[in-house]
């Protein structure tokens, strides 16, 4: 309650602030004085000769220089005289003043600078017109800039006149621009890739005011797809995930696992976004690959620090993975061939510069090879997976785009006489892009985000198909407005409606299996937000914004009742309290206000500070250390209480113009409450009281990241290192309900060192060379404190969870990337580009250890030993195959 | 059938699987590793069965993980079983020490019948169970063998079959069964932490339903003793926590160490510790031979 009230407290406050930045005060009685308008679209006249007599508002003007047939738009009907006034003279040659209680509309030859003109449009890739996410516009004149948002749209309001604009982007050639603003003008740029060569020549550095100009928040990384690309990695492929890992504050549990930690949250924390739509299980294969094919991908947005208050509902960090949209220019098909898998990528206009589309799909190959052995223990083996997207945009005309995405992914295997398993993503969104005015974008996304697990048994009589399945119906609305270059406001909401089948099993035809269903689960998520991004002085940058949010489980469904003073078992239950169809069971909301303030020091270094509060009503019920496919989610009810998370970051960046190095220093503090944990044992497959079996802890995580970043030049590159600390602590009512008596214990992937150097080398115009080298403290782990006999097994007998920890980690890759031939032996340019990648990884063969084994020795079943596993003890070379035509 | 194991000894053959396929690079290897001595904990265990002989409980202490001496029993403790009925059945001490038997002409389970372990370890406390009711075991129908081809044996070598063991097993209706199956090959035991055999009937209930062990292969001419035994909730929830800790597992998705926390308990100190189990099971036995 005190920690609410608290939140309510700074919510109000931070109210407080928006709204004052958002009124400027007047300077006198009369303009102060507040009016309500009839209407908010008025003509001038009717402002004039009705509204103001009708407040006994005494003012003189002339019919001649007034524009009486002027319609303003009124943004509320309660304003200000004052403001109403403003929006009067705008863009006129007038001047209003306030003397002896009355108020004089005066001619003022109003210099062409005084007048305020918006430039806006797109800033996209000449020949694919794709999206530059965060590319910036600057006027040189007035050292006022914009950056393009997540659809390339950007809108500057400029002082009337000339301006020299500059639009830049990353890896891409610079355009400036004379311009003489009149009126409102609709400007698109196109920009240039760079070609590699001209690499070697230009030394790009980013001017000061684009520093200034980045954003404020913080804890957030841009990957950069061309660098993303060029890293050595596991067998060649090339993964969004895997590069991930390399920056500071985000960890995995080891090599082999899927999920990751960013800043000690658990893997089930992370917002995953495919073009707005949420994903549910972003792993492939053993979590050696993501399901985002990268290929396709063109921006990735990683935020760990300040969360932008359009995005929440999970606790730790959000990952947008944005598609492009494909070429609308020409077309083209790229692939490539590699060891686990081979992709192949089709692009091209649908209407010339109007409309594309982009298809791309992946799959693995290699069980193809075991299918053909003569021994069908190995022939039934199955461990492969595919994906597929589908794109198609549409220019409906200037101010309207849509788009059409999809996405279906499926993994499949079966090991000897096991059951054949298959899960996967199904996600089909529609977007709709709407410029309203020069000012004013919006999104609205509709989708459906599908994630299902299937067992499938063929034996006979104990042949049965076993389904879980979590669906999300959403609809989004997400609106920017560039009012000026000081003050951007961003607004929207979303509603989500949840539906979760957390088993159902059929039996096969013969088959001596009852049916079984614990029927669905529903529950209705929704938000609305608002924020603004206000330059208060040349120095200080504030964002500020509230998410509101709100969470229902919806019936039909049964609450077990439990007796109490003891724990929730299976033979507590007293009651059952059965809810009907759309019937509420129980409801939460929750208010977030998140703040970040920017203090530039200099040209090129700011200070920032954030406090971000987030809530999480989804949880993945995952009794393992590391995520399984078949893990089920569960809505947060009147049991399971939805997590809860505040975290403050303060940190240091600055810009190194000479060398063009970015570099940042962050610390950071995050507190989460109600996370999810579970009884010794806990059975969560078809359990319809899945609540006693389940803990809450309280989980803590500080840390300390630096990183250094360069992106231009021939060598390019970053070094991260995070220093931290991440605990939990379950601290139950009764015996049975705690974990290690109750205290914190650092969670499983807690890592207090974690070193990541990634270099990458442009030889020459052929080779490209690049490394990663990775050193990272052990995770923890538990060791046994003593072993017992019990029914002949020996028993390793553990008192305490994670107290010990696994010896370091580290690990040297390096790769080459071979250019094709890009000419023919006649001298004509080839049309296909191509080119290999050959990696090692692991170079000089670490034996990593993964985990130590306690178990009976096999050599002599009366005495144990203990083992270190290590999943990868020498160096893998691998090799693909790219190209394009 | 065996949902309780779903992901430990399946993603640990995904991920060897995966190794030995795309890799053959994972590697195991013995060594030296420090480990804290923690403290001492009194081990008790024992089951009552419906099966005409001498019941064993056994008394111990934990060790040290590294430490290769065998198994201290405690000597001299005062055990007896009661049951239901207030009948106290007195176990005596056997060679072996720690080791203590009842009187089979005394003792012979019932189903139906409820029994609690007392031991009363002499200068030290006095441990108890907590009741265990011997629960009536479902008839084990047939027994019958199906053929695999064995992944251990070379992928050239197309005839490489093995037998594995499957049973039908009718269900009593109308109440959760657990069971245990304890396989005897040509008189051994298969006692390995994946050989364990536990499963239930909450897909089956009522029916005559199949399960099938696929850990467990046989050979042309082995003869199988196969023991069926019905276990309460509780020590079906006991099995699958220790099958969870002793597999060894700590690859892919493992479940995190934990204490395994039977049904004993010190009655003069409600805080100590005390691990192993009291089970009390009706078990029925079925013979088969391997014939080609």
Same mark, same amino acid.
């Given at each position: 309650?005190?920690?609410?009230?608290?939140?309510?407290?700074?919510?109000?406050?931070?109210?407080?602030?928006?709204?004052?930045?958002?009124?400027?005060?007047?300077?006198?009685?009369?303009?102060?004085?507040?009016?309500?308008?009839?209407?908010?679209?008025?003509?001038?006249?009717?402002?004039?000769?009705?509204?103001?007599?009708?407040?006994?508002?005494?003012?003189?003007?002339?019919?001649?220089?007034?524009?009486?047939?002027?319609?303003?738009?009124?943004?509320?009907?309660?304003?200000?005289?004052?403001?109403?006034?403003?929006?009067?003279?705008?863009?006129?040659?007038?001047?209003?003043?306030?003397?002896?209680?009355?108020?004089?509309?005066?001619?003022?030859?109003?210099?062409?600078? #005084?007048?305020?003109?918006?430039?806006? !449009?797109?800033?996209?890739?000449?020949?694919?017109?794709?999206?530059?996410?965060?590319?910036?516009?600057?006027?040189?004149?007035?050292?006022?800039?914009?950056?393009?948002?997540?659809?390339?749209?950007? &809108?500057?309001?400029?002082?009337? $006149?000339?301006?020299?604009?500059?639009?830049?982007?990353?890896?891409?050639?610079?355009?400036?621009?004379?311009?003489?603003? *009149?009126?409102? %003008?609709?400007?698109?740029?196109?920009?240039?890739?760079?070609?590699?060569?001209?690499?070697?020549?230009?030394?790009?550095?980013?001017?000061?005011?684009?520093?200034?100009?980045?954003?404020?928040?913080?804890?957030? +990384?841009?990957?950069?797809?061309?660098?993303?690309?060029?890293?050595?990695?596991?067998? $060649?492929?090339?993964?969004?995930?895997?590069?991930?890992?390399?920056?500071?504050?985000?960890?995995?549990?080891?090599?082999?696992? &899927?999920?990751?930690?960013?800043?000690?949250?658990?893997?089930?924390?992370?917002?995953?976004?495919?073009?707005?739509?949420?994903?549910?299980?972003?792993?492939?294969?053993?979590?050696?690959?993501?399901?985002?094919?990268?290929?396709?991908?063109?921006?990735?947005?990683?935020?760990?620090?300040?969360?932008?208050?359009?995005?929440?509902?999970?606790?730790?960090?959000?990952?947008?993975?944005?598609?492009?949209?494909?070429?609308?220019?020409?077309?083209?098909? @790229?692939?490539?061939?590699?060891?686990? *898998?081979?992709?192949?990528?089709?692009?091209?206009?649908?209407?010339?510069?109007?409309?594309?589309?982009?298809?791309?799909?992946?799959?693995?190959?290699?069980?193809?090879?075991?299918?053909?052995?003569?021994?069908?223990?190995?022939?039934?083996?199955?461990?492969?997976?595919?994906?597929?997207?589908?794109?198609?945009?549409?220019?409906?005309?200037?101010? +309207?785009?849509?788009?059409?995405?999809?996405?279906? !992914?499926?993994? #499949?295997?079966?090991? $000897?006489?096991?059951?054949?398993?298959?899960?996967?993503?199904?996600?089909?969104?529609?977007?709709?892009?709407?410029?309203?005015?020069?000012?004013?974008?919006?999104?609205?996304?509709?989708?459906?985000?599908?994630?299902?697990?299937?067992?499938? /048994?063929?034996?006979?009589?104990? &042949?049965?198909? $076993?389904?879980?399945?979590?669906?999300?119906?959403?609809?989004?609305?997400?609106?920017?407005?560039?009012?000026?270059?000081?003050?951007?406001?961003?607004?929207?909401?979303?509603?989500?409606?949840?539906?979760?089948?957390?088993?159902?099993?059929?039996?096969?035809?013969?088959?001596?299996?009852?049916?079984?269903?614990?029927?669905?689960?529903?529950?209705?998520?929704?938000?609305?937000?608002?924020?603004?991004?206000?330059?208060?002085?040349?120095?200080?940058?504030?964002?500020?914004?509230?998410?509101?949010?709100?969470?229902?489980?919806? !019936?039909?469904?049964?609450?077990?009742?439990?007796?109490?003073?003891?724990?929730?078992?299976?033979?507590?239950?007293?009651?059952?309290?059965?809810?009907?169809?759309?019937?509420?069971?129980?409801?939460?909301?929750?208010?977030?206000?998140?703040?970040?303030?920017?203090?530039?020091?200099?040209?090129?270094?700011?200070?920032?500070?954030?406090?971000?509060?987030?809530?999480?009503?989804?949880? =993945?019920?995952?009794?393992?250390?590391?995520?399984?496919?078949?893990?089920?989610?569960?809505?947060?009810?009147?049991?399971?209480?939805?997590?809860?998370?505040?975290?403050? *970051?303060?940190?240091?960046?600055?810009?190194?113009?000479?060398?063009?190095?970015?570099?940042?220093?962050?610390?950071?503090?995050?507190?989460?409450?109600?996370?999810?944990?579970?009884?010794?044992?806990?059975?969560?497959?078809?359990?319809?009281?899945?609540?006693? /079996?389940?803990?809450?802890?309280?989980?803590?995580?500080?840390?300390?990241?630096?990183?250094?970043?360069?992106?231009? !030049?021939?060598?390019?590159?970053?070094?991260?290192?995070?220093?931290?600390? @991440?605990?939990?602590?379950?601290?139950?009512?009764?015996?049975?309900?705690?974990?290690? +008596?109750?205290?914190?214990?650092?969670?499983?992937?807690?890592?207090?060192?974690?070193?990541?150097?990634?270099?990458?080398? =442009?030889?020459?115009?052929?080779?490209?060379?690049?490394?990663?080298?990775?050193?990272? %403290?052990?995770?923890?782990?538990?060791?046994?404190?003593?072993?017992?006999?019990?029914?002949?097994?020996?028993?390793?007998?553990?008192?305490?969870?994670?107290?010990?920890?696994?010896?370091?980690?580290?690990?040297?890759?390096?790769?080459?990337?071979?250019?094709?031939?890009?000419?023919?032996?006649?001298?004509?340019?080839?049309?296909?580009?191509?080119?290999?990648?050959?990696?090692?990884?692991?170079?000089?063969?670490?034996? +990593?250890?993964?985990?130590?084994?306690?178990?009976?020795?096999?050599?002599?079943?009366?005495?144990?030993?203990?083992?270190?596993?290590?999943?990868?003890?020498?160096?893998?070379?691998?090799?693909?195959?790219?190209?394009?035509? | 059938?065996?949902?309780?194991?779903?992901?430990?000894?399946?993603?640990? =053959?995904?991920?060897?699987?995966?190794?030995?396929?795309?890799?053959?690079?994972?590697?195991?290897?013995?060594?030296?590793?420090?480990?804290?001595?923690?403290?001492?904990?009194?081990?008790?265990?024992?089951?009552?069965?419906?099966?005409?002989?001498?019941?064993?409980?056994?008394?111990?202490?934990?060790?040290?993980?590294?430490?290769?001496?065998?198994?201290?029993?405690?000597?001299?403790?005062?055990?007896?079983?009661?049951?239901?009925?207030?009948?106290?059945?007195?176990?005596?001490?056997?060679?072996? &020490?720690?080791?203590?038997?009842?009187?089979?002409?005394?003792?012979?389970?019932?189903?139906?019948?409820?029994?609690?372990?007392?031991?009363?370890?002499?200068?030290?406390?006095?441990?108890?169970?907590?009741?265990?009711?011997?629960?009536?075991?479902?008839?084990?129908?047939?027994?019958?063998?199906?053929?695999?081809?064995?992944?251990?044996?070379?992928?050239?070598?197309?005839?490489?079959?093995?037998?594995?063991?499957?049973?039908?097993?009718?269900?009593?209706?109308?109440?959760?069964?657990?069971?245990?199956?304890?396989?005897?090959?040509?008189?051994?035991?298969?006692?390995?932490?994946?050989?364990?055999?536990?499963?239930?009937?909450?897909?089956?209930?009522?029916?005559?339903?199949?399960?099938?062990?696929?850990?467990?292969?046989?050979?042309?001419?082995?003869?199988?003793?196969?023991?069926?035994?019905?276990?309460?909730?509780?020590?079906?929830?006991?099995?699958?926590?220790?099958?969870?800790?002793?597999?060894?597992?700590?690859?892919?998705?493992? %479940?995190?160490?934990?204490?395994?926390?039977?049904?004993?308990?010190?009655?003069?100190?409600?805080?100590?510790?005390?691990?192993?189990?009291?089970?009390?099971?009706?078990?029925?036995?079925?013979?088969?031979?391997?014939?080609?």
């Amino acid at each position: 309650m005190e920690v609410l009230r608290c939140k309510m407290k700074l919510a109000f406050t931070l109210c407080m602030i928006i709204t004052s930045t958002v009124f400027c005060l007047a300077q006198s009685s009369l303009s102060q004085k507040w009016i309500e308008l009839p209407k908010d679209k008025l003509l001038v006249e009717e402002v004039l000769r009705e509204v103001f007599p009708s407040y006994k508002i005494q003012i003189s003007y002339s019919d001649n220089i007034v524009p009486l047939k002027k319609t303003i738009r009124f943004k509320q009907k309660i304003n200000q005289v004052g403001k109403v006034l403003d929006e009067i003279i705008r863009n006129e040659d007038l001047v209003w003043v306030e003397e002896d209680n009355q108020i004089f509309l005066k001619f003022y030859n109003r210099p062409e600078y #005084e007048y305020s003109y918006t430039i806006s !449009g797109k800033i996209r890739e000449q020949g694919t017109n794709e999206p530059l996410i965060g590319a910036y516009i600057l006027s040189e004149e007035n050292q006022k800039g914009a950056v393009a948002n997540a659809y390339g749209f950007y &809108s500057l309001t400029l002082p009337g $006149g000339k301006h020299n604009v500059k639009v830049n982007f990353i890896g891409h050639e610079s355009i400036e621009e004379s311009i003489h603003l *009149t009126k409102n %003008t609709v400007f698109n740029f196109s920009l240039n890739p760079k070609l590699q060569e001209l690499l070697d020549v230009v030394v790009e550095s980013k001017s000061e005011i684009e520093m200034s100009y980045q954003n404020t928040l913080m804890g957030t +990384n841009k990957l950069n797809m061309d660098v993303v690309g060029d890293i050595p990695y596991f067998l $060649g492929e090339v993964d969004v995930f895997q590069s991930s890992l390399l920056l500071p504050g985000i960890t995995n549990v080891g090599e082999g696992t &899927s999920g990751i930690n960013v800043r000690g949250g658990s893997s089930d924390q992370n917002l995953i976004l495919l073009d707005e739509a949420l994903i549910y299980n972003s792993h492939h294969f053993f979590g050696l690959t993501s399901v985002f094919n990268p290929d396709a991908v063109n921006d990735i947005e990683i935020y760990k620090g300040s969360y932008p208050v359009n995005y929440g509902g999970r606790l730790s960090s959000v990952m947008h993975i944005r598609h492009r949209d494909g070429n609308n220019e020409k077309f083209s098909l @790229s692939g490539g061939l590699g060891l686990i *898998t081979s992709r192949l990528l089709l692009e091209g206009p649908i209407q010339k510069s109007k409309s594309s589309y982009l298809i791309s799909g992946r799959s693995t190959f290699w069980d193809f090879l075991t299918r053909g052995a003569n021994n069908p223990a190995i022939s039934d083996y199955r461990a492969n997976f595919r994906d597929f997207n589908a794109k198609f945009n549409f220019d409906i005309n200037k101010n +309207n785009k849509i788009y059409f995405s999809g996405y279906v !992914g499926q993994d #499949e295997n079966k090991f $000897g006489l096991d059951v054949l398993r298959k899960w996967g993503n199904d996600v089909f969104s529609m977007r709709l892009n709407h410029i309203h005015n020069v000012k004013l974008f919006s999104n609205f996304t509709a989708y459906i985000s599908n994630y299902s697990y299937r067992v499938i /048994e063929e034996d006979d009589k104990a &042949s049965f198909v $076993g389904t879980s399945k979590i669906t999300d119906y959403a609809l989004k609305s997400d609106f920017n407005y560039f009012r000026n270059p000081e003050h951007i406001y961003n607004f929207g909401g979303s509603v989500t409606f949840h539906r979760l089948a957390p088993g159902k099993r059929i039996p096969g035809v013969s088959s001596t299996n009852n049916e079984v269903d614990l029927g669905s689960e529903h529950a209705v998520e929704s938000y609305a937000y608002f924020s603004n991004e206000i330059k208060l002085n040349p120095k200080v940058t504030m964002t500020s914004g509230l998410r509101f949010s709100h969470f229902s489980l919806l !019936g039909p469904g049964d609450v077990f009742m439990y007796s109490s003073g003891t724990t929730k078992t299976i033979n507590t239950i007293v009651d059952t309290v059965s809810y009907s169809s759309g019937e509420n069971i129980k409801t939460f909301f929750n208010v977030h206000p998140r703040i970040t303030l920017k203090y530039q020091l200099n040209e090129t270094s700011a200070l920032k500070v954030n406090y971000s509060s987030l809530v999480q009503y989804m949880h =993945r019920l995952s009794n393992t250390i590391t995520p399984s496919s078949s893990d089920i989610w569960k809505a947060s009810g009147t049991y399971l209480k939805p997590s809860t998370g505040d975290q403050f *970051t303060v940190g240091y960046y600055k810009y190194f113009k000479k060398s063009s190095f970015e570099a940042s220093a962050e610390a950071f503090y995050r507190k989460n409450k109600n996370i999810v944990e579970f009884k010794g044992g806990a059975d969560l497959l078809f359990n319809p009281a899945i609540e006693t /079996e389940l803990l809450s802890g309280t989980s803590r995580s500080f840390g300390f990241e630096v990183f250094l970043k360069k992106d231009l !030049g021939n060598l390019s590159g970053w070094l991260g290192y995070t220093l931290s600390k @991440s605990e939990i602590m379950v601290d139950g009512e009764y015996e049975e309900e705690k974990i290690n +008596n109750g205290t914190y214990f650092p969670t499983d992937f807690n890592r207090t060192h974690d070193l990541s150097l990634s270099a990458i080398y =442009r030889l020459n115009k052929k080779w490209t060379l690049s490394s990663n080298f990775v050193y990272q %403290t052990g995770r923890p782990f538990s060791f046994p404190s003593g072993k017992y006999n019990f029914d002949g097994f020996i028993v390793p007998h553990y008192e305490e969870r994670n107290r010990n920890r696994l010896p370091d980690y580290h690990r040297l890759d390096v790769a080459a990337r071979l250019e094709g031939r890009q000419i023919k032996k006649n001298g004509k340019v080839k049309k296909t580009k191509s080119y290999w990648v050959f990696s090692m990884y692991n170079v000089y063969s670490r034996r +990593n250890t993964q985990a130590y084994l306690f178990r009976e020795s096999e050599e002599n079943p009366e005495q144990t030993e203990v083992v270190r596993y290590s999943l990868l003890g020498v160096l893998v070379p691998s090799v693909t195959y790219n190209f394009k035509f | 059938m065996k949902h309780y194991q779903s992901h430990i000894t399946r993603w640990k =053959r995904n991920t060897l699987a995966f190794c030995v396929f795309i890799l053959a690079v994972c590697c195991e290897d013995s060594i030296n590793l420090d480990l804290p001595l923690g403290a001492e904990r009194i081990v008790i265990s024992g089951w009552i069965t419906n099966l005409e002989e001498p019941y064993t409980v056994s008394v111990s202490r934990t060790v040290g993980f590294n430490d290769q001496t065998t198994d201290p029993g405690i000597s001299g403790a005062e055990v007896y079983v009661l049951d239901r009925f207030s009948n106290r059945f007195d176990f005596v001490e056997t060679n072996e &020490s720690g080791t203590y038997h009842s009187n089979a002409s005394e003792l012979v389970g019932t189903p139906g019948n409820a029994y609690v372990l007392h031991v009363n370890i002499s200068g030290g406390s006095q441990y108890a169970s907590a009741w265990e009711v011997l629960n009536a075991v479902s008839d084990l129908d047939t027994v019958f063998f199906d053929t695999a081809f064995d992944p251990e044996l070379p992928i050239t070598d197309p005839n490489a079959k093995v037998y594995f063991t499957k049973g039908a097993i009718n269900d009593i209706p109308n109440v959760r069964n657990f069971y245990r199956w304890k396989m005897y090959i040509n008189d051994t035991l298969k006692n390995k932490p994946e050989e364990i055999v536990i499963f239930d009937d909450k897909f089956t209930n009522g029916n005559v339903f199949e399960t099938k062990v696929t850990d467990v292969f046989l050979k042309s001419g082995d003869k199988l003793k196969l023991e069926q035994w019905s276990l309460s909730q509780r020590a079906f929830d006991y099995y699958s926590l220790l099958i969870s800790q002793i597999s060894s597992d700590q690859i892919g998705p493992s %479940t995190p160490p934990s204490t395994v926390k039977g049904n004993i308990f010190c009655l003069d100190d409600q805080e100590e510790l005390v691990l192993g189990y009291f089970g009390a099971s009706e078990i029925t036995v079925k013979y088969a031979e391997v014939t080609p």
